[in-house]
């Protein structure tokens, strides 16, 4: 059996709202969290509270790995976008 009984350590969404300084999305966080946790132990919840946190800090960074990068995918994007588009003729 779990030490925590199929909830997370309180200090989780502590610890996630420390890092992403969001509520809504320290608690979006903390579910992908314990998602992931349970992908990399087939299913169990993690015995110690240090794989939490360990899962914890690896998907924070990496989504904000994510979202770094983003910003210069969809600018390029928008540049296209608006490079095929046919000029508008403003005229009335």
Known sequence: MSPFDGSPPPDLLKSAT?????PVEAQALVALTLARAAD????AT??????LFRVLRQTYHSIERSRSRR???DAGVTALAQASRP???STP
Not at 18 to 22: E, Q, V
Not at 40 to 43: H, P
Not at 46 to 51: G, K, L, R, V
Request: no cysteine; proline share 14%; net charge negative.
């Open 40 to 43: 990399q132990t087939a299913g």
């Open 71 to 73: 910003p210069a995918r």
């Open 46 to 51: 993690p015995e110690s509270p240090a794989q």
């Open 87 to 89: 000029a508008s003729d």
């Open 18 to 22: 420390a890092l992403i300084r969001d």
